[in-house]
């Protein structure tokens, strides 16, 4: 993973960016990574020592060797290197150096020491052939691992992955992060939001009063000595949430007091299609599909589309709506179906509704998580659907007229108790 060391940065008003890459400059990367893909192509077989010499001449000035060192690290890091050492190769290295040393302190003074006829006299006591011996005496050290397989076959591929590592490499020195989503899709999101606890980051999800939301992400790092185990987990996250639809990223420097680095929405546009690649094509739930291509067939009042939106649990949770299922006159109710495999998402809604979420929201809970529908009582703007196997678009538009119903009765309530009132106060 490319370092800050080898990453310029650029004063922009209260925050420090990538130095920018003008079109001369691109043209000038893409040829220096095109050379160092085609370099190492022709190395696969040799040693990392040989590969760097063979990359040694890359750039002239300060400036292009530092871009020749960090595309060939992120070369390296992508590619397969094999060590053929091992325990076997420090004790033999040992016991020739000892040998050594011993023939050197018998010989008579002023015999020359002849490294050759060492080395031979050693491999026959081994029963060891003397050139095998002296090909894998540093076997054990990076610089003799050898190249197994590329990591790139082209100069543009090595380019976008080292652009993408410029954003880690200041990740890596960061204590803080937040991450602001526009119009995130809801399966990255959630796999963003799953990456963060696996990680086990400490973060706050934020709901927008429009569809975005904003994530502050903090690592005990903050509070203790400097480290780099926190911000390597937020370096390994960028793809994630540049996938899930982050449009800035500002990170507290960890060795620049009261300086920041910001990612801006341009930047990120530009390394989407990579962070794509690494992270995978975000599959989309095929219950989702099916209930959205059958809903129509049942000509109601309602219509469904995908969600963007993301729904404040009252400081619960978060809920990251699939669908969005919308009456003729215009009411809303989000639909969000829970994951197979953990019982107490289900509860955290629950509570959020307890605690007074008014945006209906209809929940589709398996069976298997054994949570039961009458845990949300029939008067509450959100509901649990509770299916068998499969979601059945019928029962999905019988919950939406129930909860309709909920909601026409609370907008009445709300409508007619002001002129209640009005109507008490006169004479």
């Not at 050139?131 to 082209?154: H, M, N, P, Q």
């Not at 059958?294 to 978060?318: E, H, Q």
Request: hydrophobic fraction near 45%.
């Amino acid at each position: 993973m490319l370092t800050a060391d080898l990453v310029r940065l650029r004063k922009k008003g209260d925050h420090h960016v990538l130095e920018g890459l003008g079109d001369e400059t691109r043209r000038a990367l893409l040829e220096m990574a095109a050379r160092i893909v085609d370099v190492g192509l022709a190395s696969v077989g040799r040693t990392r020592g040989e590969l760097e010499l063979l990359r040694a001449a890359e750039g002239e000035s300060q400036r292009e060797k530092l871009f020749a060192k960090g595309l060939a690290v992120v070369f390296d890091d992508a590619s397969t290197f094999e060590g053929g050492g091992g325990e076997a190769t420090v004790g033999r290295r040992l016991a020739l150096f000892e040998y050594a040393a011993r023939r050197r302190k018998e010989d008579a003074a002023g015999d020359v020491f002849e490294r050759t006829e060492v080395l031979e006299s050693f491999a026959r006591a081994q029963g060891l052939d003397a050139e095998s011996v002296d090909r894998d005496l540093y076997a054990d050290r990076k610089r003799e691992e050898r190249l197994i397989a590329a990591g790139f076959s082209t100069g543009e591929a090595l380019v976008a992955r080292w652009e993408l590592g410029r954003v880690q490499a200041f990740l890596l020195r960061s204590t803080a992060i937040t991450i602001e989503l526009g119009h995130p899709e809801p399966n990255a999101l959630r796999k963003l939001l799953r990456a963060l606890k696996f990680q086990q980051l400490l973060h706050v999800v934020e709901v927008n009063a429009g569809a975005g939301a904003v994530i502050r992400i903090d690592g005990a790092s903050s509070l203790f000595d400097p480290t780099t185990k926190y911000g390597l987990r937020y370096a390994l996250l960028v793809p994630a949430m540049i996938v899930a639809g982050a449009t800035r990223i500002v990170a507290d420097l960890k060795l620049r007091p009261k300086r920041s680095f910001l990612v801006d929405d341009v930047t990120l546009r530009e390394l989407s299609d990579e962070a794509t690649r690494l992270t995978g094509e975000v599959p989309a739930r095929a219950e989702v599909d099916d209930l959205l291509e059958r809903f129509p067939a049942l000509a109601s009042r309602w219509t469904a589309a995908r969600s963007t939106r993301l729904i404040d649990l009252v400081g619960v949770t978060v809920c990251v709506p699939d669908l969005e299922f919308v009456r003729d006159d215009g009411l809303r109710i989000a639909f969000e179906l829970l994951g197979y495999w953990n019982r107490s998402a289900a509860w955290a809604r629950v509570e959020a509704v307890e605690k007074g979420l008014s945006e209906p929201v209809l929940f589709a809970v398996s069976e298997r998580l054994r949570v039961s529908r009458e845990a949300l009582p029939k008067e509450a703007p959100s509901a649990l659907y509770v299916f068998k196997g499969t979601l059945r678009p019928k029962l999905v538009l019988d919950h939406l007229e129930r909860l309709a119903e909920v909601c026409d009765a609370r907008e009445r309530v709300t409508i007619q108790t002001p002129k209640a009132r009005a109507s008490r106060k006169r004479p």
